[in-house]
């Protein structure tokens, strides 16, 4: 947060946007909502599919690239019922770009679940 916070003081003296109000509005909570968040763990018994981006939203950072990839490949890995997915060609916009990666996955998560 302490990274960010001279863009969000920026924001705060431009002219209201959505698109400024909603960055600001997850700036307000973002530290306390990332902690709870971190504090929770997926129920091994709850299946899950992972479906992974070929782009992710950090563009300006491979280590950070690639700490978003490994972070999808372990809690993939992390039970024997999830399943990790590549949606190539897609962007971190995976139902806009490749519905049909998305659409399969659900459709072979309920074949797979009866």
Known sequence: MAAEGPQIGALKGRPSTKANRQL???AADY???RTAYHQVTWPRNVPAVV???AKTPLDNSPLDAQRWRDAQATFAAGA???TLVAAAGSSHDIPIDRPDVVI???E???AKLG
Do not use: C, D, K, T
Request: charged share 5%; hydrophobic share 60%; aromatic share 0%.
């Open 80 to 82: 024997p019922n999830r």
């Open 51 to 53: 479906i992974a981006s």
């Open 104 to 106: 399969h996955a659900i």
């Open 31 to 33: 530290v306390p909502v």
């Open 24 to 26: 600001l509005a997850v």
């Open 108 to 110: 072979g998560m309920i």
